[in-house]
């Protein structure tokens, strides 16, 4: 398994060096990579104008691929038939949405790594720290911030059709979930992503805000790409737990904003140590300083690390989040603190 891992290291961080006249590393176009006993397999998609270039780039990957220890076989796809990758070839101009100077997501490649907590208190960290801050659940599938906000109500809707943002926490709050129960079926979602997001960021009567935080459903799929297509996104932070393979999910996550032109502001470490409340004894249950690490690998800034803390989960289980409840301990702190990176990574607010 490990030298697997290092196999997928070395082949992106080599794909990552190839680059196109427009200095776009070659890895931007890799849809699958699958090391399976030193046999390589790697697809990449194009658009049919790009074929060309990227297929010299293909073969020069392929050759440099095959120079690695380990590596036994290497059989390299480019395609450029697939519908979803044939969107950017006109990219339609992201839209400003006109009262909010500063939007930014967070993602992640896995689910479950804690990119909704870690929003929503971030979002408290910013209000605290005097901003006017919105939250947008994009997560159609498996909305959380009614839960994590205790929010059951659902929006007023204006003269003009537009749908008013829930005011929790001194964040202005909108999620598919306030319309929709926890309880309604995927299948019937699934057609009303597209609607549903484009509405969600349109279609909502935003006050004036410093800044929208827009938490990403988990992966790298439609919801992604059609959200970063309809809205000019100023950034995205991507969450990771610490272990190897959560990691690899993650820079799937960050290659797919590099591809549509996102600036990626930095990656977080979620669920790093754990500081044991009644010994004091730390333990790195999933791993710990894998987020860091990959950050200087792939040039991006390391915005953090937030321990496992019984009391993040237990007060988001309660719609009270930590920064909420304990703005004073050590893990709001650590909230604060990212924030302010992200500020400074943003640079305009
Ligand atoms: N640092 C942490 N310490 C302890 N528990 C945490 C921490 N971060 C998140 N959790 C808990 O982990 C679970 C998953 O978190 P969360 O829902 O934020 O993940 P997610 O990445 O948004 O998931 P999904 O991919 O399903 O949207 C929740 O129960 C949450 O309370
Ligand atoms: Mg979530």
Redesign the pocket.
């Known amino acids: 398994m490990n030298s697997i891992i290092l196999l997928d290291d070395q082949i992106r961080h080599l794909l990552a060096h190839l680059l196109t006249k427009d200095n776009q590393p070659l890895i931007n176009w890799m849809t699958s990579l699958k090391i399976e006993d030193g046999n390589v397999m790697i697809i990449y998609e194009c658009r049919p104008d790009e074929a060309a270039e990227i297929d010299l780039l293909r073969q020069k990957a392929e050759t440099s691929i095959k120079g690695l220890a380990t590596v036994t076989q290497v059989r390299s796809v480019l395609t450029t038939q697939r519908p979803l990758l044939k969107t950017p070839q006109k990219p339609q101009e992201p839209a400003s949405l006109p009262t909010v100077r500063q939007i930014f997501a967070i993602a992640?490649g896995k689910?479950?790594?804690?990119?909704?907590?870690?929003a929503a208190n971030l979002a408290i960290a910013f209000s605290q720290s005097g901003r006017k801050v919105g939250l947008l659940d994009a997560?159609v599938y498996?909305p959380?911030l009614p839960r994590l906000f205790s929010i059951t109500d659902k929006p007023d809707v204006t003269a003009d059709k537009k749908l008013v943002p829930i005011f929790r926490h001194g964040i202005y709050c909108m999620s598919i979930g306030f319309m929709v129960g926890e309880e309604t079926p995927m299948i019937w979602r699934g057609p009303m992503v597209h609607g549903a997001l484009q509405q969600m960021l349109k279609d909502v009567a935003w006050p004036e805000l410093d800044m929208l935080i827009v938490d990403m459903?988990?992966g790298t799929g439609d919801a992604h790409l059609t959200l970063c297509q309809q809205v000019k996104l100023d950034g995205a932070v991507i969450?990771s737990t610490p272990q190897d393979i959560a990691l690899i999910d993650a820079r799937r996550g960050l290659h797919m904003f590099r591809r549509v032109q996102v600036p990626v502001l930095g990656i977080i470490e979620?669920?790093s140590q754990f500081n044991c409340p009644n010994c004091g004894h730390v333990s790195d249950i999933f791993s710990h300083g894998g987020a860091q690490n990959e950050a200087g690998k792939l040039g991006i800034p390391f915005l953090g690390e937030?321990?496992?803390?019984?009391s993040?989960?237990l007060h988001?289980?309660q719609g009270t989040p930590i920064t909420v409840t304990e703005p004073d301990s050590i893990v709001a702190g650590i909230y604060r603190d990212i924030g302010q990176k992200i500020i400074n990574t943003l640079k305009v607010l």
Do not use: A, Q, W
């Open positions: 992640s689910g479950g790594v804690g990119k909704s907590t870690t997560d498996g959380s459903p988990p969450v979620n669920m937030i321990p496992i803390d019984l993040i989960r988001s289980d």
